[in-house]
């Protein structure tokens, strides 16, 4: 079964500092790949996602993500983070005209202001 | 466009009672799908439904546990005999067909006590 595992559950950071959440998944064929936030109470929104072509996805918020097919990497960066980007972010993978999204168990940000 | 939503977004059931949760999905919207996210976990995939069927249950508890997705009116996941392992968060995501992500609704929180 597919899985997806996200490498840190807690990461805290200050305020311009970068920002890398690692995701891997163990299915080896084509997938559709996605990043979702969540703010503190609030519902899953999408930060971006990937179905084929460029493997460096721009996403909303200043987000980007680059899927590497030989790694089974798709992981999430932004360059300078701020206070508001505090949020926990799942990576999810589908297979193409796949039943469900498998998520990843989520990584917490804190940013410092 | 009022988004998926879901209600209520706090419920309390005593042990034993039935809890009764609602997805209304995205206006256009017809393929359904249930979530649950246990603390410090990601989210489960529970069922994946489109009008009057279920597509996929693979995620469903065998017992006490059930999904509908009406012709007409919302979605309803059904918990019969609530037990205190049941308090999680719901969410249920909607989209116009299998290969588009998801959008969230804001989740149901269950709490038994």
């Known amino acids: 079964a597919q899985s997806v595992s996200q490498h840190n559950h807690h990461v805290i950071l200050s305020e311009a500092a970068s920002l890398e959440l690692g995701c891997n998944y163990s299915y080896g064929g084509t997938v559709n790949l996605f990043w979702y936030v969540q703010y503190p109470g609030q519902h899953l929104q999408l930060l971006l996602k990937y179905f084929s072509g460029d493997p460096l996805v721009k996403g909303i918020k200043g987000f980007e993500a680059e899927f590497i097919k030989s790694k089974f990497s798709f992981n999430l960066r932004k360059p300078s983070v701020q206070w508001s980007d505090t949020a926990e972010y799942f990576c999810a993978v589908t297979e193409p005209y796949g039943n469900k999204l498998v998520f990843g168990a989520g990584t917490i940000l804190r940013v410092k202001s | 466009n009022a988004g998926v939503m879901q209600n209520p977004r706090h419920l309390v059931r005593r042990r034993g009672q039935e809890a009764r949760l609602r997805c209304s999905p995205m206006k256009g919207h017809s393929h359904v799908y249930w979530y649950r996210q246990l603390p410090e976990e990601g989210l489960k995939f529970m069922v994946y439904?489109?009008?009057?069927?279920?597509?996929?249950e693979s995620g469903m508890p065998k017992e006490r546990f059930s999904a509908e997705f009406p012709k007409e009116g919302p979605s309803i996941l059904r918990i019969q005999q609530v037990v205190r392992g049941d308090s999680a968060a719901y969410f249920c995501?909607?989209?116009?067909?299998?290969?588009?992500?998801?959008?969230f609704g804001s989740g149901t929180r269950l709490t038994v006590v």
């Open positions: 995501a909607s989209s116009p067909d299998r290969a588009s992500g998801y959008t």
């Open positions: 439904l489109q009008k009057e069927n279920i597509i996929d």
